[in-house]
């Protein structure tokens, strides 16, 4: 089942995300306390705007972006369940550099990176406050990197920065 979180209606775009894609992003599923940690991802990708949302509810990690395709992955929506803390995340967007470190609590949905404005993520970081969280990326002239884990409020950066090159793909967990 697909339904809004807790903050859908009531809170302003995020920087860098415009007012039409904030009220355009997709719904994330809700998951019961039984299913552990979970965190979703939607990407918001070059020439197709947001992505249907993807969860490490499958044996796999949340993913953000494409891989094979050569496209921008320009931001990423994301939200968490069932940790017990904050998930917090950061873009590193083509001539802005890093973005603001948002964190938010379970079942509040946020975004990092920018939407509308053609301009690229080229790095990305991410945390939990109370939990290990793993992440890694696919970009541009380099695929996947190597994955990677960190202790609770740690952040890990994936990606590249002072390059150029795009970020395609990112995927992360919550331990």
């Keep these: 089942m697909l339904t809004a979180p807790a903050n859908a209606d009531t809170e302003k775009p995020p920087p860098g995300i415009s007012a039409e ?9 809700i998951f019961s306390a039984a299913a552990g940690p979970k965190v979703c991802f939607a990407g918001y990708v070059q020439d197709y705007g947001w992505q249907a949302a993807d969860c490490n509810d499958d044996g796999d990690w949340a993913e953000a972006g494409t891989v094979g395709a050569s496209l921008r992955l320009e931001a990423i929506l994301i939200i968490a369940y069932n940790t017990g803390g904050r998930t917090c995340a950061q873009a590193h967007s ?13 079942g509040r949905e946020f975004a990092v990176g920018t939407t509308e404005q053609s301009r690229q993520m080229e790095a990305f970081r991410f945390r939990h406050t109370t939990r290990s969280s793993c992440n890694n990326a696919h970009g541009q002239n380099y695929g996947w990197q190597i994955y990677g884990c960190v202790g ?7 990606g590249t920065t002072g390059q150029s090159l795009r970020l395609e793909a990112a995927t992360a967990t919550i331990l």
């Design 21 to 29: 894609a904030w009220r355009t992003r997709p719904h994330f599923p």
């Design 94 to 106: 083509k001539d802005i550099g890093w973005g603001a470190f948002p964190c938010e609590d379970d």
């Design 152 to 158: 609770a409020d740690q952040y890990r950066m994936a």
